[in-house]
């Protein structure tokens, strides 16, 4: 099993910075690709950002150029670096794991929060 905790959120105000971080644990050998999604409140769970070996990473529409998604494979990290942010990314952020096969690997960490003011 693969154990996920985010950490890093908090309220900043618009056109401010935050860095997210998901510490990895457990099987780690078993990931492949890793990804940042966020849910805000009354919408669904949405992609923002994914990494993978051998593959430019992927970003949503709404966050190219202003987010920026890494991983530390020595430390079992993933980093999401987050600039320019807007009210509109408020929302809680959860990381989430995939084997070689693509299906997610261990359960969702508990997210962090992420509040935009304006």
């Known amino acids: 099993q693969v154990q996920l905790v985010e950490s890093g959120g908090g309220l900043v105000q618009a056109g401010g910075s935050l860095r997210l971080s998901c510490a990895a644990s457990?099987?780690?050998?078993?990931?492949?690709?890793m990804a940042w999604y966020r849910q805000a409140p009354g919408k669904e769970r949405e992609l923002v950002a994914a990494i993978s070996s051998g593959s430019s990473p992927y970003y949503a529409d709404s966050v190219k150029g202003r987010f920026t998604i890494s991983r530390d494979n020595a430390k079992n990290t993933l980093n999401l670096q987050m600039n320019v942010l807007k009210p509109e990314d408020t929302a809680m952020y959860y990381c989430?794991?995939?084997?070689?096969?693509?299906?997610?690997?261990?359960?969702w960490g508990q997210g962090t929060q992420v509040t935009v003011s304006s």
């Open positions: 989430a794991a995939y084997g070689d096969s693509g299906v997610k690997v261990g359960s």
């Open positions: 457990g099987v780690v050998f078993s990931i492949n690709a």
